[in-house]
């Protein structure tokens, strides 16, 4: 018998599967049929102390005898409901959703248009849960986010040569990209005098993440320059949104812009490698809590937000949203300075994060406490603004939410990988990259093939899909783009 098939029987993960697989490998010479095993496993599981002095089940019976008993996994009588607003989405996307829907925590659950595969919760899926917080329907890259600032300055500035030049040092001054990038001379923030002592992980790694404050990582993280424009029509629609209205999501529209165009400065990243950290801490200790999940279901392992493991994770997960801010918050203000220009004012949100929220599922239930989590996907509250990116070669859109219920107040964290790195390393080349960017007036400073435009979705689709969920107010085109360098490992 495969382990995959000794898991589903009831053998948890570690000492006790090893010693099973074991056993299996043995009875093969002993002359035992499959249904003969299978009887034994089931029945040492069920009475180890039976087994104890069985030639071949003694050891699996002992450390069974030891080991914390296994629970059945007891999936919800009918799968929670969930939203699709995809088109066309790839089958297993969906699937994952499905799947997670049939977890004994979730209540509630929504897919975004952007969505594409990830471990156990597709990128743009969002979940609800009571009571649980699962570390892998955040993500890795905790409190990943988007900050738009807009700048004193004409827009224009991106149409001369020597302008150009001088944002372009900003860029590469002012962050750093790649796997482990850091300051030699650490940057300066508040956050570092919050209390790091929230979980071990957190506490280890603080000098880690001091280091890389400021510091932007790979994969398709990006800091870039670009035009926002806002029509007339949408200056009236902005007009109607009160002022700071993120309602703990992000931050409001803080400034009053009219209609025309603006230079404006666009980043995206998140909690570096002390996110990364924390989220593999706490992804394999609520797996390690939960061995009766199928493998299937494994990477939905979850955490009671009772229990210390949880609160730990929690209390963590939440640092590392201030932390987030902050990279964003320095980059943007040392890019400014660096050009001596003032910052007219900005919008930011998560979207790798969970949030306690209140929610009335129209299951006659009312309102009540919900964990939202939101794994690639932008929170869209009533009027709550946000920041939805394209691609290097396409336009990305400040948002308003319309607070739609079935979706969870939720809408898309961009357009969305249509292909995955590997494919997209095999289907492009530099050449007639440029080429297309050329012509667009998209300057790239620097970025891997897998982030080429053609490996996205196309933004206008995905906004089609969710007219709905967010109403444009502002659109960005960038035009100056610096992410990591070729080479360079993806962290996203």
């Known amino acids: ?10 053998i948890p993960r570690g000492e006790a599967l090893r010693l099973a697989v074991k056993a299996c490998s043995r009875s093969r010479d002993m002359g035992l049929s499959r249904e003969s095993l299978r009887a034994a496993i089931e029945g040492v599981i069920a009475n180890p102390a039976g087994y104890l002095r069985d030639p071949l089940f003694d050891r699996l019976a002992t450390e069974l005898s030891v080991a914390p008993k296994v629970r059945g996994f007891a999936e919800r009588e009918q799968p929670a409901p969930f939203g699709n607003w995809g088109l066309n989405l790839e089958p297993e996307s ?3 959703m499905q799947r997670a829907c049939r977890l004994p925590v979730a209540v509630a659950g929504a897919l975004m248009p952007d969505a594409h595969v990830g471990y156990g919760l ?18 890795v890259d905790i409190a990943c986010r988007m900050r738009l600032s807009v700048l004193d300055m004409p827009a224009s500035t991106l149409d001369s040569d020597h302008a150009r030049d001088g944002l372009t040092r900003a860029l590469e001054r002012e962050t750093i990209f790649g796997m482990g990038g850091r300051f030699q001379k650490p940057r300066e923030h508040e956050v570092m005098d919050a209390d790091w002592s929230v979980s071990p992980v957190t506490e280890i790694n603080k000098s880690k993440a001091w280091g890389q404050l400021g510091t932007s990582g790979s994969g398709n993280h990006f800091v870039e320059f670009g035009v926002l424009t806002i029509t007339p029509e949408q200056a009236t629609a902005r007009a109607e949104v009160p002022e700071s209205s993120g309602s703990g999501h992000g931050s409001g529209w803080t400034f009053g812009l009219g209609a025309g165009t603006y230079l404006a400065l666009l980043s995206h990243s998140g ?12 992804s394999k200790l609520a797996m390690s809590q939960h061995p009766e999940l199928p493998k299937d279901l494994s990477f939905l392992a979850w955490l009671d937000l009772d229990s210390q493991e949880g609160r730990e994770y929690f209390d963590a997960m939440n640092l590392m949203g201030r932390y987030a801010a902050a990279n964003h918050e320095l ?12 910052v007219l004012g900005h919008i930011e949100n998560h979207h790798n994060f969970a949030w306690k929220e209140t929610h009335d599922l129209g299951d006659g239930r009312g309102p009540r406490e919900l964990i939202v989590h939101r794994k690639g996907a932008t929170p869209a509250g009533r009027n709550v603004l946000g920041v939805i990116p394209g691609s290097m070669a396409a336009p990305g859109f400040v948002v308003r939410g319309l607070g739609a219920a079935p979706s969870l107040m939720s809408a898309s964290h961009g357009a969305g990988r249509a292909m995955s790195r590997t494919k997209a390393r095999e289907s492009f080349a530099w050449g007639n990259v440029k080429r297309d960017l050329k012509k667009l007036s998209v300057e790239l400073i620097s970025a891997g093939i897998d982030e080429a435009p053609g490996a996205y979705k196309d933004i206008h689709q995905v906004m089609a899909c969710q007219q709905d969920l967010v109403q444009p107010v502002a659109r960005f085109d960038p035009r100056l783009v610096k992410m990591a360098p070729e080479g360079e490992r993806p962290e996203d």
């Open 94 to 96: 969906v699937a994952q």
């Open 271 to 282: 909690s570096r490698g002390t996110g990364a950290a924390v989220c593999d801490k706490y």
């Open 122 to 139: 597709p990128i743009g899926g969002v979940l609800a849960t009571e009571n649980a917080i699962i570390p892998y329907a955040v993500g």
């Open 331 to 342: 980059i943007h203000t040392h890019i400014a300075r660096n050009l001596g220009a003032e």
């Open 1 to 10: 018998m495969k382990a995959r098939e000794l898991e589903n029987l009831g």
